[in-house]
């Protein structure tokens, strides 16, 4: 066997252990019992160190070495373009990986757990306390996490890089600002524009198995597969894979709140289709792995806002809707529902922000989090920055910390470094959906008819079978023609909500 053919092998082993590991933490969130967390945290953590040791252990030290020097990262001789693509990714991984001690893993990967399970009842509870002492421990090991991959501009470039390859603090940076003014007075205008959008229309009393039901059709017209995946419900709303023949979703549900569990199905339902739409024949491999995290979120986003929130998307959907909820909505017009659910209105919750506000949201984590890493911002002082800074971007404080600095799940995951891609993603997305349009010139008409497979299958054929052939910026510039920017995204938005609020 070659080297190349023993690499692949070795690596699809890694990642089934790393499936088994996934299962585990669907499993977590899902179905668990309350009273198996520190058992689940053990296995998790024991799974976990097995797959790293595994792989950066000889299996595939061995044969990769054979093809790349393991110290310099330079190419050997003999292989073709694509291999040593791969090969370049797979060195990428195994070069971090192995700066890792075993034992860190194990340790890191119990924390998570552990961390997790606390927050999901410090959020109910509203219980800093019972949180904070795991993220002290978290935020400590994510540190030496730092000291043996190493610092790279800083601290926290080190942790971003690893959710998204090759984009910077200071790239994010120069990017946000570009954003945040004309967020700022866009949110300005709209509030004073006095257009009342009657979003109270979403709030009234919505069957939760009626919109179950609904959110698994709008998820089948959009072309996830329900014979290779499944929705369930979780407390924070998330997408996980296995293989691209079960990849899996949970969204949550309320009564009182139509977009509630719309939004999250659908948005949740983008990630899923880019798991499902790459090619198993490279599983194992980083050619079945996503860019960046900023690219799978440019998908969840677009179909939840560029497609979710379009006039085209309701003028299919509202009437269908109409007949499953007349006592709501036999009065309302699609004009009136398309105008309540782009409603844009500051509010506690991130993950329930409209389109514009959603990525002052990002950005206020993003400080946070540069803050914590890079100049050791203590854990007992997150509550009341976090209200400082809502108040600042906002002018909302919240009442509880579980609509504050709880909300979020990711710091109890070890996350740092994550929170960029969200805004990042509706940077990209803008870019990916008006090229589309161009190559589709019959888009509009075709969501209007309920019929998503074409740009379903265009997102495919372009970016989810690339799997990690490109980095996000060569990918955004190979679609543009240019390199990323937020324009694009300024222009949509102002474009949209200027006619939408008469601005």
Avoid at 182 to 200: A, C, F, N, P
Wanted: include cysteine.
């Amino acid at each position: 066997m070659d080297a190349l053919k023993q690499l692949k092998k070795e690596l699809k082993t890694v990642v089934d252990i790393y499936g088994a590991v996934n299962l585990m933490h669907w499993d977590m969130e899902t179905y668990m019992p309350k009273g198996s967390g520190s058992a689940r945290a053990s296995q998790i953590a024991l799974l976990t160190s097995l797959a790293h040791e595994r792989f950066i252990g000889d299996g595939i030290k061995g044969p990769l070495g054979e093809l790349i020097d393991l110290d310099s990262g330079a190419i050997k001789n003999g292989i073709d373009s694509e291999s040593k693509k791969l090969v370049k990714e797979i060195w990428k991984d195994f070069h971090r990986a192995s700066a890792l001690p075993k034992e860190f893993v194990k340790e890191m990967s119990s924390a998570a757990s552990l961390g997790q399970q606390a927050w999901i009842e410090a959020r109910k509870n509203n219980d800093w306390n019972q949180f904070a002492p795991h993220l002290e421990n978290i935020i400590n090991l994510k540190q030496r996490e730092i000291k043996y991959i190493g610092t790279k501009e800083t601290p926290y470039d080190t942790l971003l890089d690893a959710f998204e390859p090759e984009m910077t603090t200071a790239d994010v940076n120069v990017l946000f600002n570009s954003m945040k003014s004309d967020l700022v007075t866009m949110v300005q205008k709209i509030s004073k524009s006095g257009v009342d959008t009657h979003e109270h229309i979403l709030y009234q009393h919505y069957d939760i198995d009626k919109q179950w039901a609904f959110t698994e059709q709008v998820l089948t017209d959009m072309g996830f597969d329900f014979n290779c995946g499944r929705q369930d419900k979780s407390t924070h709303p998330f997408t996980i894979n296995f293989h691209p023949t079960d990849v899996r979703i949970t969204t949550r549900v309320d009564e009182n709140n139509f977009m509630y569990c719309l939004s999250s199905s659908i948005h949740e339902g983008g990630h899923a289709l880019y798991e499902q739409g790459m090619d198993p024949h490279w599983y194992g491999t980083p050619f079945c792995e996503a860019i960046s995290y900023g690219i799978h979120e440019s998908q969840s986003r677009l179909w939840e806002n560029l497609v979710g929130l379009s006039k085209p998307f309701w003028e299919y959907y509202f009437p269908k809707l109409q007949k499953i909820f007349p006592e709501n909505l036999s009065l309302i017009s699609v004009d009136e529902f398309y105008l309540a659910v782009n409603t844009i209105k500051p509010g506690l919750i991130r993950t329930e922000a409209d389109e514009i506000t959603y990525n002052l949201h990002i950005m206020l984590r993003f400080e946070i989090e540069q803050l914590i890493i890079n100049e050791g911002l203590a854990v007992k002082e997150l509550p009341a920055l976090w209200n400082k800074k809502m108040e600042e971007y906002f002018d909302i404080i919240p009442e509880t910390d579980t609509n504050g600095v709880l909300q979020d799940v990711h710091w109890s995951q070890g996350s740092f470094g994550y929170f960029p891609t969200y805004a990042l993603g509706n940077l990209y997305n803008i870019i990916m959906y008006t090229k589309a349009n161009e190559d589709l010139p019959n888009m509009e008409n075709n969501i209007r008819e309920g019929k998503f497979l074409p740009l379903r299958n265009w997102l495919k054929d372009n970016i989810h079978e690339v799997g990690r052939r490109q980095t996000a910026k060569e990918m955004i510039k190979s679609i543009s023609g240019k390199n990323l920017s937020a324009k694009p995204f300024i222009d949509y938005f102002k474009n949209k909500y200027c006619e939408i609020y008469s601005l």
